[in-house]
Antibody, heavy 119, light 111 residues
Framework: QLQLQESGSGLVKPSQTLSLTCAVS??????????WSWIRQPPGKGLEWIGYIYHSGSTYYNPSLKSRVTISVDRSKNQFSLKLSSVTAADTAVYYC???????????WGRGTLVTVSS | QSALTQPASVSGSPGQSITISCTGTSSDVGGYNYVSWYQQHPGKAPKLMIYDVSKRPSGVSNRFSGSKSGNTASLTISGLQAEDEADYYC???????????FGGGTKLTVL
């Protein structure tokens, strides 16, 4: 059964770069027809889509974050990653990785990881 | 401000039915049959409950159903149970450069 697991630094200083990785187990990240997303949820607030990388390697980002976001894939490690630069307190959130299948919906989610931006 | 509008809260008694609305525009909800709904219990990851407006993933109770009229999608939960108490989020594909939009979430309380 396919599973996603986020990992990375839980505390990042303002102006630095947030880095997270999502490990895919039980299946291959290179399987065609899927996209792999990052979604975040500030404490007590709603969900915000950050961006995704398609199985082909193409990336698409939320315009509100595009200038600061990079999503990449490491097929040899069966994982994909998020980098968010110049972070501020507003970037404090639980970050989820998720898979979208053949349609526009997220059918598989990681458990999420809390990232706090603080000096 | 979220792109899709949901009521902040709804409530119902066990056994009753409730409906949660999700209002967008012709660029998202109204223009495509790509509305999905997610259930999120406190401290947990969201779970897909409905996709493509009205389809249920395997394993999701048939007490959950989805529909759409114009720019508004709806999630109906019938035969409310205590375990249905959670936050619910709608989402839609959008033709804007954002690709995906979410609603602000609705807290369901089972009285």
């Amino acid at each position: 059964q396919l599973q996603l697991q986020e990992s990375g630094s839980g505390l990042v200083k303002p102006s630095q770069t947030l880095s997270l990785t999502c490990a895919v187990s039980g299946g291959s990240i290179s399987s065609g027809g899927y996209s792999w997303s990052w979604i975040r949820q500030p404490p007590g607030k709603g969900l915000e889509w950050i961006g995704y990388i398609y199985h082909s390697g193409s990336t698409y980002y939320n315009p509100s974050l595009k200038s600061r976001v990079t999503i990449s894939v490491d097929r040899s490690k069966n994982q994909f990653s998020l980098k968010l630069s110049s972070v501020t307190a507003a970037d404090t959130a639980v970050y989820y990785c998720a898979r979208a299948g053949s349609g526009w919906y997220f059918d598989l989610w990681g458990r999420g990881t809390l990232v706090t931006v603080s000096s | 401000q979220s792109a899709l509008t949901q009521p902040a809260s709804v409530s119902g008694s066990p056994g009753q039915s409730i409906t949660i609305s999700c209002t967008g525009t012709s660029s998202d909800v109204g223009g495509y049959n790509y509305v999905s709904w997610y259930q999120q219990h406190p401290g947990k990851a969201p779970k897909l409950m409905i996709y493509d407006v009205s389809k249920r993933p395997s394993g999701v109770s048939n007490r959950f159903s989805g529909s759409k009229s114009g720019n508004t999608a709806s999630l109906t939960i019938s035969g409310l149970q205590a375990e249905d108490e959670a936050d619910y989020y709608c989402s839609s594909y959008t033709s804007s450069s954002t690709n995906w939009v979410f609603g602000g979430g609705t807290k369901l309380t089972v009285l």
